[in-house]
């Protein structure tokens, strides 16, 4: 389902989330710093939402963003 205003996307989004909130916290034992790492992922695919096609693109590329991320923090 392409990435759009509505519904959908809001409860796409919020499953996302936690999903992010999860894995990250699996690797990263800091809740500040995991999501603080979740919410800036989030607002870069609200804002370039329209560079991606499908919800599925979305997640397999913030999972990535996420483990980058926390490398990062390591």
């Known amino acids: 389902m392409p ?4 519904k959908y996307n809001e409860e ?8 992010l909130l999860v894995a990250g ?16 992922i989030i607002e870069y695919l609200l804002r370039n939402k329209n560079k991606l096609n499908h ?3 979305a997640e397999n590329y ?6 980058n991320a ?3 923090e390591k």
């Open 3 to 6: 990435i759009k205003d509505n």
């Open 12 to 19: 796409a989004i919020n499953e996302l989330r936690t999903k």
């Open 25 to 40: 916290l699996y690797v990263l034992y800091d809740y500040n710093i995991v999501h603080d790492i979740v919410y800036d």
């Open 55 to 57: 919800i599925q693109n």
């Open 62 to 67: 913030a999972f990535k963003m996420l483990f």
């Open 70 to 72: 926390i490398n990062k």
